[in-house]
């Protein structure tokens, strides 16, 4: 177990430090930030010394070089835009969108192993065509596009939640709405189709033979072992939630690493855009070796080494 964590943690970290590396080279195709800080018509030696303070003023693969240093250290310089640490300002915004990503996922699994369950056992019945027709239309319609109508809706001319913020349990339900439809209706047909495959397999026909019926033998004996395809996709959809935050951030105001990023690349502010690039990157990472761990727990065939 402990090779196999040494042996992902060296293949994530050189997928993160090669994710930073992409972004600090594009984020200086959007300019210079002295064009941003600096009152129009400023002077030659303003903008030479905005340069010379932030390190503008040195070439190209000199800049890169100081970057490759300070990153090491864990030290992605100070933000321009928040005047303080780059990381600091990441990692604070990071608490609250992980927390919706796992409020998300968990609502998302609630409805969806049930709903999966019970149009598996109804296979081409009204139910399970009522189950299906509504799982591909929420996995169908765009994140953006029911932020915008919830808002639109619920908020604006129903009043019955705000449209911005996250003060108040009532500012989460929109943004937590959002994050879910997707994978609710991904995880429902993905449910669907493996408990199908569990409840024609010959280890349930034994155990239905033996007098198991109902809900035992579904969920004791069936959704057990279809339980890998759903930690699969969750474990995916969980890290599409962490970089859908940014949708989130955008239309809901969410003070989260969505909005920071949303921020820091509209102030040009590299300092921050690459701080929050490495810490979603770590979260993502992290899910990704906890969805590997779980499978050995869901299923004691599963064998890592």
Known sequence: MGTFLLRRLAAS?????????????????????????????????????FNAQHGFDLPLWQQFLRFLGGAVRLDFGDSIWQQRPALQAAAEAMPPTLALAVIALAVSLVLAVPLGAIAARRKFKAVDKAITFSSL???????????????????????????????????????????????LGVLVQVTRGAMIDSLASGYVQNARARGFTGNRLVYRHALRNAALPIITVAGDRAAGMVNGAIIVGTVFAFPGIGTLIVGAVLNRDFALIQASVFIVGIAVVLLNILVDLTYALADARVRIS
């Open 13 to 49: 970290a050189v997928t993160v430090v090669g994710v930073v590396v992409i972004v600090f080279f594009l984020a200086r195709i959007t300019g210079n930030p002295a064009n941003l800080y600096l009152p129009e018509g400023a002077s030659p030696e303003r903008y030479a010394q």
């Open 137 to 183: 239309t929420s996995a169908s319609v765009p994140d953006f596009w029911f932020a915008l109508v919830g808002v639109l809706f619920l908020s604006i001319q129903l009043g019955l939640l705000p449209t911005s913020g996250a003060a108040s349990p009532a500012a989460w339900v929109l943004p937590v709405a959002t994050l879910t439809l997707a994978p």
